[in-house]
């Protein structure tokens, strides 16, 4: 499985930036994918995640009502919208997967991981 995420940039405060996450995979559907990020210096973090038929999505406390994940089955994506961004959104975001197991969509061992790409949101 390999991830590339895009959509990453510099934005100011209160605007949106729509992230996407493309899979190289047979098929994407078998997957539970998520978000995370890493700011700098800080531990990286979950953001959210979406069961494997969009059934059930998962989001960290510190972003729900401004962001919203979505997946495309038909085209092995999986994307991120940010909307209200603030400052301490800054930091590079990551794209995970894992096998659509039981289990949270929040605590679960992500199998695989893209390579990330940063968002910087100035005041």
């Known amino acids: 499985v390999q991830l590339q995420a895009s959509g990453g940039g510099l934005v100011q405060a209160g605007d949106s930036l729509r992230l996407s996450c493309a899979a190289s995979?047979?098929?994407?559907?078998?997957?539970?994918m998520g978000w995370f990020r890493q700011a700098p210096g800080e531990e990286r973090e979950f953001v959210a995640a979406?069961?494997?038929?969009?059934?059930?999505?998962q989001y960290a406390d510190s972003v729900k009502g401004r962001f919203t994940i979505s997946r495309d089955n038909a085209k092995n994506a999986v994307h991120l919208q940010m909307t209200s961004l603030k400052v301490e959104d800054t930091a590079i975001y990551y794209c995970a997967a894992d096998s659509g197991g039981p289990g949270s969509l929040r605590n679960r061992e992500y199998a695989y991981w893209g390579q990330g790409t940063l968002v910087t949101v100035s005041s």
């Open positions: 979406i069961s494997r038929f969009s059934v059930s999505t």
């Open positions: 995979v047979r098929t994407f559907s078998n997957y539970v």
